[in-house]
């Protein structure tokens, strides 16, 4: 696995190795603060990145998922979206279908996660879900099952966990400066005897470090994810073998002004596109997780077909630069792969948005065990499980259901 | 979700794709933040007459949210004769007993008057 990593970016390398010498900086500050030897100092940070690198290891998945509210959805809860993860992981060659997640969320988002593809799992929200037709679904899902295929999950999960103590090491240092557990340190290991303006610039470089280094880090990891998003939305065009239909999907997802509510900062390089996007505020800069949408939207439009090389082609055209996305090893892989016909959707239960919103709070009810009573008013009436109701009345009518 | 009031489950009502929380109970009735909007907005108009005001000085009962199970705040809601309705100062969700939604139903009798009201009278029976 290591290998795909490395042949597809060795800037992702570069980058990593930035972060954990950061990280390898902010415990050398520490121990000469606290400690009064840097190793120390080092050692313990090492020992934080171990714990948190377990943690992750035991139930990374699950705490991702559980973050965002997700819910786990089967064949029979969610046939439409389980279908299109079905026939794109056959598409994209990964060994095992990914787990199936719905979050319970008006804005419509998308995530991927899992260190290795045979654990893997995506995530996407009810708005999405009730937005896009679908063609744009199979994009979507065909650009997080990229990520999955790519290792990007697995780069992400390791830049999270640097990006993690970084931020918690940094934190707890600070705190302890301001609050007086350096200066005694410092004097102690100073003795007290002079070299005051030396110690007064180390002491300064170690603030300004400790302010810097979470920030930097967070940096370092946006860029990180951000080189990604272009080449999963290449891997999803091939996947698909129809660049319109991610392309479409990404416009309607920029369109819509309503923030994803269950995102956070840590999650947030996940998601299809930036979940804490506010209206008018410029689509890419340093923090940005994401590139431009309509950057994707105008190299995935420009696309002569739907292979690698297709994608690198109209990315250098649109971009106006040189270099290209796709790892030169990777260009010639996929060989000619025209663009599909758009497809004809047949069932009626897909075709307009209202219907969708239907469909997906019925499974999402379903997933959540509520028994549903319809009346013969026309209310329908949803009764939590294990409830210790016998009978239900409906409101609208009287009529008396038993549970 | 229990009823902040009995503490009945609630149960959710759905109606013309509409779903709303409800204590079969005591018919009281929860609005998530925002969902009194969405119901005016799926109705192409404002919930302006159902808009909590200002804060309400009385002796009732406090209520615990059902969402966060902090103590809500009293706030008055409805124009000319306003309601103490409970709403939650961490996640905005409001709660409406059901007396309390009769009467704001009462003082929008003209049909067309709010479209919100009308489905609440209609869906509720207030």
């Known amino acids: 696995m290591w290998e795909q990593i490395r042949a597809n970016q060795i800037r992702s390398a570069f980058v990593m190795i930035f972060m954990g010498l950061l990280l390898i900086a902010v415990g050398f500050v520490i121990g000469l603060y606290f400690l009064g030897t840097a190793a120390g100092g080092i050692v313990i940070a090492l020992i934080v990145w171990g714990i948190l690198n377990l943690v992750a290891l035991f139930q990374g998945d699950n705490i991702l998922l559980s973050l965002g509210k997700a819910r786990k959805v089967n064949k029979e809860e969610f046939p439409r979206l389980y279908n299109i993860v079905e026939e794109m992981t056959i598409a994209s060659g990964l060994p095992r279908m990914p787990d199936v997640y719905i979050i319970d969320d008006p804005a419509p988002n998308a995530f991927a996660t899992g260190r290795k593809p045979e654990k893997a799992a995506i995530a996407v929200t009810s708005g999405l879900l009730q937005k896009l037709n679908r063609d744009e679904l199979q994009g979507v899902v065909a650009h997080e099952l990229g990520h999955i295929k790519n290792r990007d999950t697995l780069l992400m999960a390791i830049g999270g966990i640097l990006l993690g103590t970084i931020v918690l090491l940094s934190y707890f240092a600070s705190r302890m400066l301001f609050f007086g557990g350096a200066s005694r340190g410092g004097r102690r290991s100073g003795g007290g005897s002079g070299g005051g303006g030396a110690q007064l610039i180390i002491i300064i470089i170690g603030i300004v470090l400790m302010i810097l280094a979470p920030i930097a880090a967070r940096l370092l990891y946006f860029a990180l994810s951000r080189k990604r998003e272009y080449l999963a939305d290449a891997s999803a065009a091939l996947y698909t073998r129809y660049p319109e239909g991610l392309a479409s999907a990404l416009e309607k997802i920029a369109g819509t002004p309503t923030q994803l509510q269950a995102a956070n900062n840590a999650t947030a390089p996940m998601y299809i596109v930036n979940p804490f996007r506010k209206a008018g505020q410029a689509a890419s800069n340093l923090s940005s997780t994401h590139p431009p949408i309509s950057d994707r939207v105008r190299v995935l439009r420009s696309m002569g077909g739907a292979s690698f090389a297709d994608y690198d082609a109209a990315y250098r055209n649109v971009r106006g630069s040189r270099g290209g996305v796709v790892p030169r090893g990777a260009l010639g892989l996929t060989g000619d792969a025209p663009v599909r016909p758009p497809s004809t959707e047949t069932e009626p239960v897909t075709q307009t948005e209202a219907a969708r919103a239907r469909e997906v709070s019925d499974a999402l009810w379903k997933t959540n065990k509520y028994q549903t009573v319809e009346c013969e008013c026309g209310a329908k009436l949803r009764v939590p499980p294990g409830t210790s109701l016998s009978q239900v009345k409906c409101p609208r009518c009287g009529t008396t259901h038993p549970v | ?126």
């Open chain 2, 1 to 126: 979700m229990q009823c902040p009031r009995c503490h009945t489950d609630l149960i959710v009502v759905e109606y013309h794709d509409i779903e709303l929380d409800y204590c079969p109970a005591c018919e009281g009735l929860w609005f998530d933040h925002g969902e009194m909007e969405l119901v005016a907005s799926k109705m192409g108009s404002s919930a302006d007459a159902v808009a909590p005001q200002q804060s309400a000085d009385t002796n009732e009962k406090k209520l615990k949210c059902p969402e966060c199970h902090k103590v809500m705040d009293k706030r008055l809601l409805g124009a000319t004769d306003p309601v103490v309705a409970d709403v939650c100062r961490l996640c905005g969700g409001l709660w409406l007993d059901h007396g309390e939604l009769e009467q704001i139903v009462r003082q929008h009798q003209e049909p067309g008057d709010s479209p919100v009201i009308e489905y609440l009278r209609d869906t509720f029976r207030a």
